[in-house]
């Protein structure tokens, strides 16, 4: 998954720094079973514009895992679930600190 970033992947505009996001929740690329891709801009003789940024394109359908390991799971998880969630009783992939801040914030509805 190395190429847009410097780094980890994490949906976050910090660490992304210069990419744009697309969640999509319809496969798009039929012929890809993956669903992270990522995009860079070049030019005719194949140089980057920038040495970091591009488009990351997940495909929500796709993503299937029950187990979360990484954060990128964890976001796109709860992107793809998070409806569905009873926020008084989260499942274990979601018992993060931030999740735990979340809790001490005052929703939107109070």
Known sequence: ???????PILLSYLTLGGAST???AEDL?????GYAHCYR???DQGRALLDHGGIWLFELNKFTTERVE???QR?????KDGGRLDETALPEWMQTEI??????????AD
């Open 75 to 79: 976001w796109l998880k709860f992107f």
């Open 1 to 7: 998954m190395a190429g847009c970033g410097a780094g």
């Open 99 to 108: 999740a735990r801040l979340k809790a001490l914030l005052p929703s939107a």
């Open 70 to 72: 990484t954060e990128q």
């Open 22 to 24: 697309w969640l999509l």
């Open 41 to 43: 801009l070049r030019d």
């Open 29 to 33: 690329l039929r012929g890809d079973p």
